[in-house]
């Protein structure tokens, strides 16, 4: 006779750090792999021979393994949380000048921009990135502290801040972003100045965190908008389910198809090697490698997520 199927929500069924520590074995012997983002010259002197994974469950336990203390530069996962911060200050108006559909095509293009009359694909590409960014500066006082103090609470870490260095690498050699913002703001789809949105994206991109600050701040999406570092409700339950289906359809570049059928969690992934997952309603996920695939995914945080939904039966399909 068939079994009764095992429910792989009930987290007792699985040895939590047992399963870290059986990946963390198993990318090591992998380290080398991927190739680090040149195009951002200060990114591609980290050294490839990091992991780190961490977890973070709705009664803010945390399970963490290998390099899940090390901060890195968490680039575009940081789109996640200026999307929460958009949703919140104008709802769904922002949909009326970033799209929720998959790009197909990659991060930094700006082809469909031009035959999309400036309506960028969604908010993780960085066309959509930049005009969220143009809403948060335009909705909040001030921008910039209303969203490190956003990570700092979601996070529990006082010291989270942004990396100089990394945002003048990126102010220097982001000519493609001024060329995106300029021609998002000719279709008049940019209240502030390119400057500034500019200044508010590379800020952005340029925070450092760990695993263990990012998988908390991610948490609220896995638990219907309900933080349990601070207590607070960041967004309502449907604006959680809302912002992970963006995530899966659109949060890894154009692997998002690929992420889904290998890995089946939302996530959001970052050129800095970060990748955010959720498992609706059970935690929240971060892996970190510094070396990317050829779409700009971390090579090792991909396959350490594969893994973990593979061992645990904790994807949504
Ligand atoms: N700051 C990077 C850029 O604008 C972010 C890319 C990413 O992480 O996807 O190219």
């Given at each position: 006779m068939r079994k009764p199927p095992q429910n792989p929500h009930d987290l007792s069924r699985h040895d939590l750090d047992d399963i870290l520590g059986t990946i963390n074995e198993d990318v090591r012997q992998r380290f080398g792999e991927g190739k680090l983002p040149d195009y951002i010259p200060s990114l591609a002197e980290v050294p490839k021979d990091r992991f780190g994974m961490a977890l973070a469950l709705p009664d803010g336990k945390i399970h963490a393994v290998g390099n899940a203390r090390e901060r890195f530069s968490i680039q575009s996962?940081?789109?996640?949380?200026?999307?929460?911060?958009?949703?919140?200050?104008?709802?769904?108006?922002?949909?009326?000048?970033?799209?929720?559909?998959?790009?197909?095509?990659?991060?930094?293009?700006?082809?469909?921009?031009?035959?999309?009359?400036?309506?960028?694909?969604?908010?993780?590409?960085?066309?959509?990135?930049?005009?969220?960014?143009?809403?948060?500066?335009?909705?909040?006082?001030?921008?910039?502290?209303?969203?490190?103090?956003?990570?700092?609470?979601?996070?529990?870490?006082?010291?989270?801040?942004?990396?100089?260095?990394?945002?003048?690498?990126?102010?220097?050699?982001?000519?493609?972003?001024?060329?995106?913002?300029?021609?998002?703001?000719?279709?008049?789809?940019?209240?502030?100045?390119?400057?500034?949105?500019?200044?508010?994206?590379?800020?952005?991109?340029?925070?450092?965190?760990?695993?263990?600050?990012?998988?908390?701040?991610?948490?609220?999406?896995?638990?219907?908008?309900?933080?349990?570092?601070?207590?607070?409700?960041?967004?309502?339950?449907?604006?959680?389910?809302?912002?992970n289906s963006v995530m899966m359809t659109a949060g890894t570049y154009d692997a998002a198809g690929d992420f889904a059928y290998y890995v089946g969690l939302p996530a959001k992934s970052g050129v800095g090697g970060g990748i955010v997952a959720v498992v609706p309603h059970v935690m929240g996920i971060c892996v970190w490698s510094p070396g990317l695939d050829d779409k700009g995914n971390s090579l090792l945080g991909r396959y350490a997520l594969h893994r973990f939904t593979r061992m645990t039966g904790l994807s949504v399909f």
């Open positions: 996962v940081s789109k996640v949380y200026t999307l929460t911060l958009a949703l919140s200050a104008v709802g769904d108006e922002l949909w009326k000048r970033v799209d929720r559909e998959p790009s197909g095509d990659p991060f930094n293009s700006l082809v469909q921009l031009e035959y999309e009359k400036g309506i960028p694909r969604n908010p993780f590409m960085n066309a959509g990135a930049l005009v969220t960014a143009d809403v948060v500066l335009s909705s909040y006082d001030d921008a910039e502290a209303t969203l490190i103090g956003f990570m700092r609470t979601r996070s529990g870490n006082p010291e989270i801040g942004s990396d100089e260095v990394v945002a003048k690498s990126e102010r220097e050699s982001g000519h493609r972003n001024v060329a995106m913002a300029n021609f998002i703001r000719s279709y008049g789809n940019l209240e502030n100045s390119v400057d500034d949105v500019l200044a508010f994206y590379y800020l952005q991109c340029s925070l450092r965190m760990d695993c263990v600050d990012l998988a908390r701040s991610v948490q609220y999406l896995a638990d219907a908008g309900h933080c349990a570092t601070s207590g607070v409700q960041v967004t309502s339950a449907e604006g959680a389910t809302r912002i």
